[in-house]
């Protein structure tokens, strides 16, 4: 986690499904908040890179999230397709909690 990067508040971690993802529209880009089943949070880009298809509509498995329209699959962890169509990878975020508010990094990690 870099300090120079702009976050934005996102929500409350209890507002969060206690396993899947939300959609979060930050700055005019929507993103999709993961928490894993062991609690862990990310934040990917919400659309598939396949088709404009919302990845927070889609199955988490683990750290792998799951497009519903074709099957694509992404490690949120990554961005990176692990199954097909999909070939390029999505965005990640940076996140963090701060007296259990989440809080988005404008920038992506792996751009
Ligand atoms: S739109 Fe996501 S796999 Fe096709």
Redesign the pocket.
Known sequence: MTDDVDFVRVCRVDELPAVGAAAADIFGHVVAIVRTREGDLYAVDDT??????S?SE?ELEGTTLE??????RFDVRTGEPSG???TAPIDVYPVKVEDGDVYVGTTPLNA
């Open positions: 598939c890179s396949h088709a404009n298809v990845l889609g497009c519903w329209l074709h099957g694509s097909p169509p999909a």
